[in-house]
């Protein structure tokens, strides 16, 4: 119908947080995984054990600055990178802009987003998309 867009429910971040999670499991990784919706706010979590203290704080920056900026977070890491510095102080609000959030697309929108972090950042982002092909 016109007018009306998918969102993440509890059920949907709670499958998502869980395959997340059971993907870290198999490879022995701490990680801490979260999941946002749209806005960037926290719906599910969890903080594997050995995974790093701060990795509570940068899996959910990464997730914001993936559902914020409607692109995994890892475009914006490139960019700096690629020499692009001022991507590093372009908004207080996307602290992530290190690989390892994702964003959730469903019909062309993206509903939420994935961080992940506590291992190299390539695997943050395998974890984050294993938890999104749970939906």
């Not at 801490?32 to 790093?52: E, K, M, N, Q, W």
């Not at 993206?110 to 950042?121: C, E, L, M, N, Q």
Request: hydrophobic share 40%.
């Amino acid at each position: 119908m016109p007018g009306q867009k998918a969102y993440l429910n509890q059920a949907d971040a709670q499958r998502i947080l869980a395959a997340a999670n059971a993907h870290a499991e198999k490879n022995n990784w701490g990680v801490s995984i979260a999941v946002v919706d749209d806005g960037g706010h926290l719906l599910a979590f969890t903080r594997r054990d050995a995974a790093p203290t701060i990795s509570t704080y940068i899996s959910q920056e990464k997730a914001k600055t993936a559902a914020l900026g409607r692109r995994e977070s890892k475009v914006y890491e490139d960019s700096i990178n690629g020499g692009r510095y001022s991507f590093m102080n372009a908004t207080p609000v996307m602290n992530g802009t290190l690989e390892g959030g994702v964003n959730i697309v469903v019909d062309g929108h993206t509903i939420g987003a994935v961080g992940v972090s506590g291992v190299k950042s390539i695997e943050d982002a395998e974890i984050a998309k294993a938890g999104i092909a749970a939906l």
